[in-house]
């Protein structure tokens, strides 16, 4: 009889975001009349950029012609595209990461969940908690998490590193040293972020203790402060500890076109083992690269009429976040995030948990929103909204929770 991965029961519940999905979907089938606005899942709402469109289209005509048609991508992505982001993401900022450090793939979501496959299962994660729950959770189905303790919400081998107003929301070096350490920052799901300063304190933790970080920049476009990095590699050393992880999803509305790369410099060594060959090595026998279509789409999002339009679409979700922040203020909430990142976080009122305050906002509002709890032990109290919507219905939504 075969066996299945027992690590995968251990899980506990689904996936945050299916949970959240099928509970809206019982209140809309007891409810056919109410009206629900969805501020819950980071997901875009903005149509694709038109410099975008017009590269989809081309790309489009291409594969229908003998002589520019493309079949399998090469293992790494298209070199247009992974020069493209070296030099615009990576050379514009002073980094030096080349070309062939850059592993284009479906998105940050699956390499994020894929990466820690290329570590040892004894390896010991930390995590910023709150924190985006596939890093915690792949790490679970690897087997990499020991027991889960239902009453503190927590693996015993897992580093939690609070993340809450009391620390402004900044991670402490933890007393247990780890082997793994993930960063999302700007973080999801707190919308706040730390300094360069503080992130060189990071990189410099980490090569001290030979530990890898696994960086993860989704949010990197929606950064305004000049203080914050935009790269980990603007950091010095980053380049012998830390993968960063991007998204087009966030940045370009790609979530259902699906693009996102990894950087892994080929200075990182484990020993004399090259964590870019293992990468590499993986990718090709697991990924057969993003589409064409989807890899000449990103490449139009660095053309200057491309850059432009995206400015555009992130100072319209920046827009909503400021609403939503100055909103929740005048109405009485504790809130944080909404500057470097389009979530807002907010303090649930009266002690209530942030499912009670999930259910309260469905239910009087039918406002769909995040539980703090769900990213980690310390978002309990705690409530995410995103300003991934359209402006009318965050202002709508604001007005529903102002009358509560
Ligand atoms: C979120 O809501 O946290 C994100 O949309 C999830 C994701 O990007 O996969």
Not at 15 to 26: D, E, G, N, Q, R
Request: hydrophobic fraction near 35%.
């Amino acid at each position: 009889m075969y066996k299945i991965n027992e690590n995968y029961q251990k899980l506990p519940g689904s996936y945050l975001f299916s949970t959240i999905a099928k509970k809206v979907s019982a209140f809309t089938t007891a409810n056919p009349d109410k009206k629900i606005i969805r501020l819950g899942i980071g997901d875009v709402t903005q149509p694709l950029a038109p410099a975008v469109i017009e590269a989809m289209h081309q790309a489009v005509d291409e594969m229908g012609k003998a002589e520019t048609f493309h079949g399998y991508a090469p293992d790494l992505g298209y070199e247009f595209l992974r020069k493209a982001i070296a030099e615009h993401d990576y050379k514009s900022r002073g980094c030096e990461i080349s070309a062939d450090e850059i592993f284009v793939s479906d998105g940050a979501k699956s390499d994020s969940a894929n990466i820690q496959e290329i570590f040892g299962v004894e390896n010991k994660i930390a995590v910023c908690d709150p924190v985006y729950p596939v890093y915690v959770d792949s790490n679970v189905m690897a087997g990499r998490t020991g027991e889960y303790n239902p009453k503190t919400e927590t693996w015993s081998k897992v580093i939690y590193m609070p993340c809450t107003m009391e620390n402004d929301f900044v991670p402490e070096f933890p007393k247990e040293t780890p082997d793994m350490i993930y960063l999302c920052l700007p973080n999801n799901p707190t919308g706040t972020t730390i300094t360069k300063s503080q992130l060189q304190e990071w990189v410099d933790y980490a090569n001290k203790v030979g530990a890898i970080i696994i960086y993860d920049g989704a949010y990197e476009a929606y950064i305004s402060e000049a203080e914050v990095a935009h790269s980990i590699y603007e950091c010095d050393g980053a380049q012998t500890c830390a993968i960063e992880l991007k998204s087009f999803s966030k940045n370009a509305g790609f979530t259902g076109v699906r693009l996102g790369y990894a950087v892994v410099p080929k200075a990182l060594k484990c020993g004399e083992v090259s964590l870019h060959g293992m990468w590499a090595r993986r990718h090709g026998t697991k990924f057969n690269g993003a589409p064409y279509i989807v890899q000449r789409a990103g490449e139009a999002t660095y053309s200057p009429e491309g850059k432009a339009q995206l400015k555009e679409q992130v100072a319209y979700y920046m827009k909503n976040a400021a609403t939503i922040k100055q909103g929740l203020k005048e109405a009485g909430y504790m809130v944080f995030g909404g500057v470097n990142a389009p979530y807002i976080w907010l303090k649930t009122p009266e002690k209530m948990t942030s499912w009670e305050f999930f259910d309260y906002l469905l239910e009087q509002a039918n406002v769909v929103g995040t539980p703090g709890s769900g990213f980690g032990p310390s978002g309990e109290g705690y409530f995410r909204l995103t300003a991934f919507g359209s402006y009318e219905n965050t202002l709508a939504a604001l007005e529903r929770i102002k009358k509560l």
